[in-house]
């Protein structure tokens, strides 16, 4: 994917971005809550962005049960940058996984919780993608209480 940065508002092409993935969401009867301020721009690249936000909030579903909640924020964390974060609630990940998921040489795919399939490849292009838009990607977790992803990328400065 060639890489085309260039400045957006944040906030609607999140909301634009996750429509089909929050329809999957509401499927599953899983709860999706937005804390997004509408002031925010980042500059990115706006295909790249939209791919980590899908695959992200996606595995939040996928490894959320019905009833269980996923939460969608975004705030400034300095002039230089914007943090997102994507939240779940549930099974969270071992040590050895957490440790292992952006690695090539790693089995990491594993069944959500209602059998879906997964690789583990979708973690490895976010984590390319943040770093081609200058950002990073940072996980935490536990089993059984849940997994955030969080991720920055350049803020617009006024």
Known sequence: MTFNPNVFPLCPNIWQCLVSTIDIAQKKGITVEFDLPESLEVYADVNMLDTVLRNLVNNAIRFTSRGGNVVITAKSVSAENIEIEIRDSEIG???YLIDNLFRLDANTG???????STSGLGLIICKDFIEKNGGGLWVESEEGAGSTFRFNVPAVCE
């Open 110 to 116: 594993r069944n959500g919780t209602e059998g879906e």
């Open 93 to 95: 990940m071992s040590k």
